[in-house]
């Protein structure tokens, strides 16, 4: 499947072809799109924070199968104090935010990986897995997200479209 992802103008290019590569091995065809600005109108000065949902909109306007937006902000959405991502369930736009991952290095790029995986899941219509190795699990911590796997249960990967269920079996 097509995949465009879209770097925020905040994310260093490291972080952008470090997550195209990984997610190639996960059977998408990535296309690296421009530089997208954030929307000004989605920081919260009393927060400290971005509204999620603008940044999503901004990239539902853009063209592809699947679009993957990622920053290094620090995201929030309604009551929930921050979000790591956000996807549609099911649809074609996800959101993941670096900001709460720790610093650049190797478990950065792991955890980028998981939420990626996770949010892309919801955008194939999986919802949260009660399995917590599965990388569909819910995680509201860096320590649940470590504590998850780093690929599709077998139930979840079931439900993915085959190109993305035999690039997961080859990995795994
Ligand atoms: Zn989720
Ligand atoms: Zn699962």
Known sequence: MELRLVPFEDLSPDIASCLAQALEQHGYRIRVSPVQNLPGRAFNPRRGQYAADPLLNRL???????VLGVTGV??????????????????????????RLGQAGDILYQRLLKLALHELGHCHG???????????????????????GRDYC???RARLPAEHRDASEAIA
Do not use: K, Q
Not at 60 to 66: I, T
Not at 128 to 145: G, I, W
């Open 74 to 99: 620090d995201l929030y959405r309604y009551v929930c104090r921050f979000v790591y991502g956000l996807a549609d369930l099911p649809g074609r736009r996800a959101l993941i935010s670096h900001y």
């Open 60 to 66: 539902g306007r853009l063209e592809g199968e699947r």
């Open 126 to 148: 999986l919802e949260h897995c009660p399995e917590n190795t599965c990388v569909m699990c819910f995680s509201a911590s860096l320590e649940a997200l470590d504590h998850s």
């Open 154 to 156: 077998p139930t979840c």
